[in-house]
C-alpha cells in the first residue's frame, strides 16, 4: 500500500468518525444507529495503521489485499443494510399499531360526539312508594 493509498485512507477514516460523532452531539443520528459506522471507521483506521495485518489476512485467504478491503467494505455495509432493515421493520410495525389505535380513538370519539349531540332522555318522575306496613 503506498502513502498516497495510506493518507487518503487515514484521512476517510478520520472524516467518517469525525462526521459521525458531530452527528451524534448534534442530536442528528442516535448512538444505535451511530455503531456500525464507527466500526467502519475504526476498521479503515486499523487497515491504515497496520498494513501487515491487512497483508497477513489477505496471504491467509489467499486474495489480493485490494479484493479484502472491497470484501471487508461490502460485509460492513451489508450490516449497515440489514441494520436498517430491521430498524426500518420495527418503524412500521410500530406505524401499523398507531394507526390502528388511532383509528379506534377517532371512532369512539365520532361515537361520543354523537351522543352528545342527542337530546337528553326526559327526566323520569319518581314512583310513590307504597306505605309500610305496620303489625
Not at 459521525?20 to 444505535?32: D, G, H, Q, S, V
Not at 496471504?59 to 436498517?84: D, G, K, P, R
Not at 361520543?112 to 327526566?123: D, H, S, Y
Amino acid at each position: 500500500m503506498t502513502w498516497t493509498q495510506r493518507i487518503v485512507l487515514l484521512l476517510g477514516g478520520l472524516t467518517l468518525l469525525g462526521v459521525t460523532l458531530e452527528l451524534i452531539r448534534k442530536r442528528r443520528l442516535r448512538e444505535e444507529y451511530a455503531v456500525l459506522w464507527i466500526c467502519t471507521g475504526l476498521m479503515i483506521l486499523a487497515f491504515v495503521v497496520m498494513p501487515g495485518a491487512l497483508f497477513s489476512v489477505a496471504e491467509w485467504l489467499s486474495l489480493h489485499y485490494t479484493v479484502l478491503m472491497m470484501l471487508v467494505c461490502f460485509i460492513f455495509l451489508a450490516a449497515i443494510v440489514l441494520h436498517y432493515s430491521v430498524v426500518i421493520s420495527r418503524h412500521s410495525d410500530r406505524e401499523r399499531d398507531l394507526t390502528q389505535e388511532l383509528a379506534m380513538l377517532k371512532d369512539e370519539l365520532a361515537k361520543l360526539k354523537e351522543e352528545a349531540r342527542e337530546p337528553p332522555p326526559p327526566p323520569v318522575e319518581p314512583r310513590p312508594r307504597p306505605p309500610a306496613l305496620r303489625t
